[in-house]
């Protein structure tokens, strides 16, 4: 057995443990409950990237349409927790998210015979019809969707059950942690069944495998199931952490913007929707309240990643190391270094650019000083432009050459395969 | 009457504008082979750049620019990003239409603000064409009429009776064979990204004063344009002119009318009983929803429905390696 065999059987029994270790880990640290908020949310965007990434690499499905799985199981959740704490049902809400769940099953289950019947752009299109229009409909209709003011609930309501009254963020991230694992541990056990096999085969020649006699709208419909359960574990989560569901957490642009970070990030398996969930919680939450052109950003990150690493980042990422660790050359670290701070120069200087351009357009500069990078800077200055300006043509300008330079030292140190 | 054909008449107003822009998608699909999820953001950057060059250059320049200036962001786009992540098929490529959408949005927000700005109908376009039966129809509707009707005629000329024209037909079915007899398909390509961006960027122009003019407008056409394009058939022109006859017209109607299912379902001789709550409730309030509230809904709801019988749309039929 050759010695990269080994090291990836090694990491392959490894790969869960660290895992588990790595989810469990916050809640031994004294984190603060901001903390903990932010990792609940990066959990429950964890478990809505991994059913999106679950459909594209195993049956190659886009769905457009996720929103919908995941925001109607946020409303009955609500719901459930609303109807829980008024009768005094002895029922814990840690049960809420399962229930959630199995209510998006459902409502792949009717939903689904209609999108399945072809796979590629039907599907995708049928998912964002779908989605549209069940976003477009929800502030207008009252009862389950609660009319524009969508619902409201308390997590705190319902009845202790094993100490946990979800009054602290630390418990709600314990809960979608244990569903998160939960959700990884039905992945694992899914891929090892006939289903993955018959969905590889539907994936990679449908009218082959219908000649087999397969039926690959039942596989399809199969995983669609699959893939909305998680999803619906994910709306149900939001909903007990924030407490509230409306009409925009079925949006499209909820939709597209998991389906973008799901694909950009690659994330067909637990580790690659974790790089996901952490890009996207991390742009939409911590960018978001840095800068106001956040999404300006995020959309030339995705050109970026796209142009640059169309694979997926987590691909991109996994040949980087193996790479790194087969070739063992100290050249190539500093190649990366040199790389790693052109990207960082470039980043600062565009960035600075955007944000004094922003300035200056919306007027934000309020008493003539832009905080940027630990910088009061006076956009009315022309300095501070042509510093910018010079940042982000001195990151290009030696970025693409290291970059090429790096690409062929990496080329040079692969291993023959 | 007259109501209901001043209704047909700016449907078909509305109807021509959509099809401005579904025709463009719809060529770029069959060229390309990529649904450009950028097309909103085109017709977006069309209204803005009319709207600021009009300030400078009056209504008319702005309207000659947008197309241009558009075309110009297209062939950049298609040349610098589309055309390096081609080998890698055709998922990057939806990524990359998808995140310079984005981009441009955004770029619109950053240079323009997130409100709407005030791109109105040039005052020599105001009033009415013509009356009837004491109803008006606006000019600014026949305007956009007109111009709906000169672009589609002038890229109707263009891809029938010249060569070019000729050659780009060609390259919809048959691009290896077309590359083999040593016509350039890239810069086809990117010649037919760019008129379908010029064609985006002139509904903007014309659609701005009609509709409104603000970032959003972007995801709210992105969405209907898909809703069109797939009511029709994915990559057929005919389809693209059937969908958006019938969206624009079903949408415009649906305005006009004063009523709800429930009314309807009254005059079948049904109606709600007693205990139901009016308002409250899913099943009631979707009953007691005016139609011409729920007409944006519309197009999403015959997506569906045409999706579910014809999963490929209403004209086209399906390819052997596209049956399951």
């Known amino acids: 057995m050759s010695r990269t065999a080994h090291l990836q059987r090694a990491q392959h029994a490894s790969g869960p443990l660290t895992f588990v270790v790595l989810v469990a880990l916050p809640l031994a640290l004294p984190l603060h409950s901001a903390d903990f908020a932010l990792l609940a949310q990066l959990a429950s965007a964890w478990l809505l990237l991994l059913s999106i990434g679950l459909l594209h690499t195993r049956v190659r499905l886009l769905s457009f349409g996720q929103a919908l799985f995941s925001g109607l199981a946020g409303y009955a959740a609500a719901h459930a927790m609303n109807a829980i704490a008024a009768h005094g049902w002895p029922l814990p809400f840690i049960l809420v998210p399962l229930y959630g769940g199995l209510f998006a099953l459902t409502v792949a289950l009717l939903v689904g015979p209609v999108c399945v019947r072809h796979g590629g752009l039907s599907f995708a299109m049928t998912t964002l019809a779908l989605g549209v229009l069940v976003a477009l409909l929800a502030p207008m209709l009252q009862g389950f969707f609660g009319g524009e003011g969508g619902v409201s609930t308390d997590r705190t309501a319902g009845p202790t059950w094993l100490g946990l009254n979800l009054l602290s963020q630390r418990q709600v991230y314990g809960v979608s942690a244990a569903y998160g694992l939960l959700a990884a541990g039905l992945l694992r056990w899914l891929d090892g069944t006939r289903l993955a096999l018959l969905a590889r085969a539907v994936r990679d020649n449908p009218l082959r495998a219908a000649a087999c006699a397969i039926a690959p709208r039942a596989v399809r419909l199969q995983l669609l199931l699959v893939s909305a359960f998680f999803a619906g574990l994910a709306g149900a989560l939001q909903t007990l952490q924030i407490e509230q569901v409306s009409a925009g957490s079925l949006g499209l642009q909820q939709s597209s913007m998991a389906l973008l970070f799901s694909l950009a990030a690659g994330s067909g398996s637990a580790w690659g929707a974790l790089l996901g969930a952490g890009l996207m919680v991390g742009s939409e939450v911590i960018l978001a309240a840095v800068s106001r052109a956040w999404m300006l950003y995020v959309g030339l990150g995705f050109l970026c990643i796209v142009i640059w690493a169309p694979q997926g980042l987590s691909a991109v990422l996994r040949d980087l190391l193996r790479n790194l660790r087969a070739a063992r050359q100290p050249d190539l670290l500093w190649g990366l270094g040199a790389l790693l701070v052109c990207a960082a120069l470039a980043v600062v200087g565009l960035s600075s650019l955007i944000e004094l351009l922003y300035a200056v357009r919306q007027q934000l500069q309020g008493d003539g000083a832009l905080r940027l990078y630990g910088f009061n800077l006076n956009p009315a200055r022309a300095e501070v432009w042509v510093g910018a300006a010079l940042l982000a043509t001195t990151g290009l300008g030696l970025g693409v050459p290291s970059a090429r330079m790096f690409a062929q030292q990496l080329r040079a140190g692969e291993l023959p395969q | ?324």
């Open chain 2, 1 to 324: 009457m007259d109501a209901l054909l001043l209704s047909l008449l700016n449907g078909l107003s509305y109807s021509l504008l959509l099809f401005l822009l579904a025709s463009g998608l719809t060529l770029i699909f069959s060229l390309l082979g990529v649904l450009n999820f950028a097309h909103g953001s085109f017709y977006m950057l069309g209204a803005y750049v009319a709207w600021q060059t009009g300030q400078w250059l009056g209504f008319c320049g702005g309207l000659l620019v947008a197309p241009l200036a558009v075309a110009a962001v297209a062939t950049l786009f298609e040349v610098g990003v589309l055309r390096r992540v081609r080998a890698q098929g055709h998922l990057p490529e939806l990524l990359a239409t998808f995140a310079f959408g984005v981009v441009l949005v955004e770029a619109a927000r950053l240079l323009w603000g997130s409100a709407s700005v005030p791109y109105g109908i040039p005052p020599v376009l105001q009033g009415s064409l013509f009356r009837l039966g004491g109803l008006e129809f606006a000019a600014y509707r026949g305007f956009v009429m007109a111009v709906g009707l000169a672009a589609l005629g002038a890229a109707w000329l263009l891809l029938w009776r010249t060569r070019i024209g000729l050659v780009v037909q060609a390259a919809l079915t048959h691009a290896p064979m077309v590359s083999a007899l040593g016509h350039n398909v890239p810069a086809v390509q990117t010649l037919v990204l760019a008129a379908g961006g010029a064609l985006a960027g002139l509904a903007g122009a014309v659609g701005g004063p009609l509709l409104i003019t603000e970032p959003g407008m972007a995801a709210q056409m992105g969405a209907l344009l898909f809703a069109v394009i797939i009511i029709g058939g994915l990559g057929s022109l005919r389809g693209a002119l059937f969908g958006a006859l019938l969206v624009g017209e079903l949408q415009t109607l649906a305005v006009a009318v004063n009523g709800s299912l429930a009314d309807g379902l009254q005059r079948l001789g049904w109606s709600a009983p007693a205990g139901w709550p009016a308002a409250s409730g899913i099943v009631p309030s979707l009953l007691h929803l005016d139609l011409s509230r729920a007409a944006p809904l519309l197009p999403y709801v015959l997506v569906v429905a045409v999706l579910a019988f014809k999963p490929h749309g209403l004209t086209r039929a399906l390819g052997r390696d596209e049956a399951l």
